[in-house]
């Protein structure tokens, strides 16, 4: 999340990474995985700058700079541009001084894998949003943020997933002007305990289950033109957590509370020929608390304005990134 606000809008990384491959990838599988590509991960990441290293984390996050076959140009792990900048170029001199034998991929791993990835779960037919979660503007003084840098202006991206027969759920089963219906709970679960946490600075857990104090979504048929039924949505929720979380400097746990509270307001049109969505938009506004390890809060705890955007995502491949909180859908 820094990284993207910090380093990669850099106008000499982004001339320096025009020579690049770039890919991304999930690191937690990927350091310690056994299938071909974690052990090829492995074999780079053992070569960078968190080679061997086991105390204070076994984490190998950071940029990699290697050859198809895994040779090692330079890595480093580090939100400073002009830091990122210098090492994409000793990659880059590195790469230079290869021979051509040394530039092609050895014999080995051909790329293809019978590891199944969470994308192949991809909800084709279903209903698929882009999540986008940013502060909100602060009363009085404070002003969007603490201080004036990238946070003042932070934001993230993520992705629900509902199946098809779970999209179908938010609509009423009459289509008939005025009728309602309330999202079924797996659906409602998913929207708010999953979704509606702190990742505006970073990466943060789902609420669990129970610090779900309440949740409602409540759809109504608002207009009927020949197939396409036109939805108003509404609804709350409010969820807290109390917990003990490393989110200070010194890596010691604090105990806190962390929780959202607010409102829902939107509108969605179903086609009852395709039995999709073609529009849906929702907003999410209220206010969060408290902070876990990884989501930068560590001197931001108290109650301040956040706000969700729901809305449909397109079909094209780079976004059919797998959700951050997939592992709480049960598929």
Do not use: C
């Amino acid at each position: 999340m820094t990284a993207r606000r910090a380093v990669f809008p850099d106008a000499k990384v982004r001339a320096l990474l025009q020579r690049f491959v770039p890919a991304a990838d999930e690191v937690g599988r990927l350091q310690r995985g056994k299938d071909p590509e974690s052990l090829l991960f492995q074999k780079v990441a053992e070569q960078g700058h968190y080679a061997g290293r086991s105390v204070p984390t076994s984490t190998r996050q950071g940029l990699y700079a290697t050859t198809a076959d895994g040779r090692m140009l330079a890595s480093i792990n580090h939100n400073d541009p002009a830091r990122v900048a210098a090492m994409l170029e000793k990659a880059l001199a590195a790469w230079d001084a290869l021979t051509e034998a040394e530039r092609a991929t050895q014999a080995g791993w051909d790329g293809t894998t019978d590891r199944q990835r969470l994308e192949g779960r991809y909800p084709q037919d279903g209903l698929v949003l882009r999540v986008t979660t940013r502060d909100l503007e602060r009363p009085g003084a404070a002003g969007a943020a603490p201080r004036d840098d990238w946070r003042s202006k932070a934001w993230n991206l993520d992705y629900l997933w509902f199946r098809s027969e779970e999209a179908a759920t938010f609509v009423p089963e009459k289509r008939a002007l005025g009728a309602t219906r309330t999202l079924a709970p797996a659906a409602l679960d998913r929207l708010t305990r999953v979704q509606l946490v702190d990742n505006v600075r970073g990466q943060t857990y789902p609420a669990p289950k129970e610090s779900l104090e309440r949740a409602r979504l409540t759809t109504t048929v608002a207009s009927v033109k020949g197939t396409r039924v036109t939805l108003a949505l509404e609804g709350e929720a409010r969820w807290e957590q109390s917990g003990s979380w490393s989110i200070g400097d010194n890596g010691a746990a604090t105990a806190t509370k962390r929780g959202f509270e607010g409102r829902l307001l939107g509108s969605a049109t179903w086609d009852t020929k395709t039995n999709r969505f073609v529009a849906f938009e929702l907003l999410a506004v209220g206010t969060r608390w408290g902070a876990t390890q990884y989501n930068g809060r560590h001197d931001d705890l108290a109650p301040q304005p956040i706000g969700y955007l729901f809305e449909l995502a397109s079909d094209a491949p780079h976004e059919h990134v797998a959700p951050a909180g997939f592992w709480e859908y049960g598929w």
